[in-house]
């Protein structure tokens, strides 16, 4: 059973389009986030939930809108998608939250959006 | 906020050969994660370790806290070990309550058979 899940593994959209990519752990994890890795590989949180409300988010345009239904799924909306947004998102969950805590995260298989 | 350094950037290996990859970070943290990502794109964890040494077949990794770096060693490396290796952490005093993770730019492996 995969732990996190995300769909779809790829999407492949025109400019101004809205869609969204969904998330799943089966965990019982109290945090999740997105990341988001760009063409240089570099990895960067977008947002962090924790327990179904928003924690973190780190300079995320609007047009991108986390919706979390329960604490297991947190899903990622985006609106007019624009060509700097192609770029591969994951999903990742841990299972605490608190200064001083430990967590260890676990990611998704990514979703590879490419905006044409 | 906390930089994270990983070296080197590109490492390329004779199948069989050893390795060490660097991590070095700026603050305190109360996480860290060695991750490797493989040519398929998916981010596989390999040690959480944020103190202490932690042996898993042929991969090693050691974190010193208090001199803010870590290590992954690579024994008789194998062509499917080929891939990007992170290091990311969890500062205690950026956004640790949070959880987030701060990635490295990775080191990116290539193992020749």
């Known amino acids: 059973d995969t732990a996190v899940s995300q769909t779809p593994k790829y999407l492949v959209t025109q400019m101004g389009n809205d869609k969204s990519i969904k998330c799943e752990q089966n965990l019982g994890h109290d945090t999740m986030y997105w990341y988001k890795q760009d063409s240089k590989k570099f990895l960067k949180i977008m947002f962090s939930y924790n327990n179904k409300e928003l924690i973190i988010n780190e300079t995320v345009p609007n047009r991108f809108s986390p919706k979390s239904p329960d604490k297991a799924h947190l899903n990622l909306h985006i609106n007019s998608l624009e060509l700097g947004d192609s770029a591969v998102y994951f999903c990742a969950s841990s299972p605490n939250r608190g200064r001083w805590r430990n967590t260890e995260a676990f990611f998704g298989q990514g979703t590879r959006l490419t905006v044409v | 906020g906390i930089q994270v350094e990983q070296s080197p950037p590109d490492l390329i290996l004779q199948e069989g050969a050893n390795s060490t990859l660097r991590c070095n970070f700026s603050d305190s943290v109360n996480n860290l994660q060695w991750f490797h990502q493989n040519p398929w794109g998916q981010l596989i964890n390999l040690f959480y370790i944020p103190s202490g040494t932690k042996q898993n077949g042929r991969l090693s990794a050691t974190t010193v806290a208090t001199e803010r770096y870590s290590l992954l060693y690579i024994s008789s490396s194998q062509t499917t070990d080929s891939g990007v290796y992170f290091c990311?952490?969890?500062?205690?005093?950026?956004?640790?309550?949070?959880?987030?993770?701060?990635f490295g730019k990775g080191t990116k492996l290539s193992v020749k058979p």
């Open positions: 990311a952490v969890t500062s205690m005093n950026y956004g640790g309550s949070q959880g987030n993770l701060i």
